[in-house]
Nanobody, 113 residues
């Protein structure tokens, strides 16, 4: 079963940066929109960024101006560049391919104040 594989999380201080990566195997990657979600402890999973198959990005208000989503179709990879991180960004981050039910293991991002 195709399953996303996230990486790049870690522990940073407020104001720091991280770059997350997600690889999704299979031949449909370039045709599908991709999403980044996050889930903080005790809270529901929420979508934070999206990118169409043509590369058009979208963001929720809480991350707009700080996060940048991008994709490399040749590598079946979607990225999330996170700058000016805040403690409220602490969560497990997941990527999702449109039309694919499977979730990956996620990658933990922890931001200390």
């Amino acid at each position: 079963q195709v399953q996303p594989e996230e990486s790049g999380g870690g522990v940073v201080q407020a104001g720091g940066s991280l770059r997350l990566s997600c690889v999704v195997s299979g031949s449909f990657f370039s045709r599908k929109a991709m999403f980044w979600y996050r889930q903080a402890l005790g809270q529901q999973r929420e979508m934070v960024a999206s990118i169409t198959n043509e590369g058009r990005p979208g963001y929720v208000g809480a991350v707009k101006g700080r996060f940048t989503i991008s994709r490399d179709n040749a590598k079946n990879t979607v990225y999330l560049q996170m700058n000016n991180l805040k403690p409220e960004d602490t969560a497990v981050y997941y990527c999702k391919q449109f039309g694919l039910d499977a979730w990956g293991q996620g990658t933990q991002v922890s931001v200390s104040s």
